[in-house]
């Protein structure tokens, strides 16, 4: 048979010296800021935007979306734990019987990191006021659909936010989680949507055709957490507030609002760009 489980068992630490380590998932995460920076570097150069403005939009950028993130995973789904372990909120640490442990960046929620940046994105453009507020997050879609890729490679490589069982010999065998049958790799299902969300709003902003400001940006809304909305279903629960809003998962829940604001950022009548 040509597709066949695979047994997964990596470490989730590129190399260690002391207690100190570089962890894969980590790694990801400095990769999606590098790439974000080099594409927003080549649009504010073609859209003639000075250098300056780039590097005092990614501090917001970082600092917005590692806060929102984290916060997010916070209130989201894990506040059963958080409320004991208050200083593990902000830190990358974890409590364990032998004291605290560096973990790296763990624990992070999307839709905590779309709060954060359009709050970010907000400040930012009320101090730099070179374009509008619709406009910087039209662009800001190109890197981050890219870097929510690598976001989720570096969850299949934490072994976390696994699939389902597949019920077949199709899958994926974390076997980090002490595990001996195939699930599917919801991770990768995910990151290979979202490279094709990259190309799509890459494609999009580079065709001759002037669209209205917000129109990239519903279509990364839309786009984005109808991929999310949709893999939910072969996804284990991440746990939130689910037993009091059945039917849907949370992942499913925070994801509609943000489709339907996306799709009327589509459809609103609005004047096309001229930048």
């Not at 746990?239 to 925070?254: A, D, K, R, S």
């Amino acid at each position: 048979m040509f597709l066949a489980k695979i047994d997964w068992a990596p470490s989730e630490t590129l190399f260690k010296i002391g207690s100190f380590g570089v962890h894969y998932y980590s790694l990801m995460f400095v990769i999606a800021f590098g790439l974000g920076y080099y594409l927003m570097k080549k649009i504010f150069e073609k859209e003639n935007i000075p250098i300056e403005t780039l590097e005092s939009l990614f501090v917001y950028m970082v600092v917005s979306i590692l806060l929102g993130a984290r916060l997010g995973d916070v209130f989201f789904y894990s506040w059963d734990y958080y409320q004991d372990h208050l200083l593990e909120i902000l830190l990358p640490i974890r409590e364990t019987a032998d004291g605290y442990t560096f973990t790296g960046f763990r624990g992070l929620a999307s839709h905590g990191a779309v709060i954060g940046v359009l709050i970010g994105i907000y400040l930012f453009q009320k101090k730099f006021k070179d374009k509008s507020l619709l406009w910087l997050l039209d662009h800001l879609t190109i890197p981050v659909s890219l870097g929510a890729a690598f976001v989720r490679l570096g969850n299949f490589f934490n072994s976390e936010i696994v699939g389902k069982y597949t019920g077949n010999n199709f899958g994926v065998v974390f076997l980090n989680n002490r595990e001996t049958l195939p699930r599917h790799p919801a991770q990768l299902y995910e990151a290979l949507c979202y490279l094709c969300l990259f190309f799509a709003l890459r494609y999009t902003y580079k065709s001759a055709t002037k669209h209205k400001d917000g129109y990239l940006f519903g279509l990364f809304f839309t786009g984005m957490f109808s991929i999310r909305f949709l893999i939910e279903f072969i996804k284990e629960s991440q746990g939130g507030f689910e037993e009091v809003m059945p039917f849907f998962t949370t992942g499913q829940w925070l994801s509609i609002p943000l489709i339907v604001m996306g799709l009327i950022l589509i459809l609103r009548k609005n004047k096309v760009s001229e930048s």
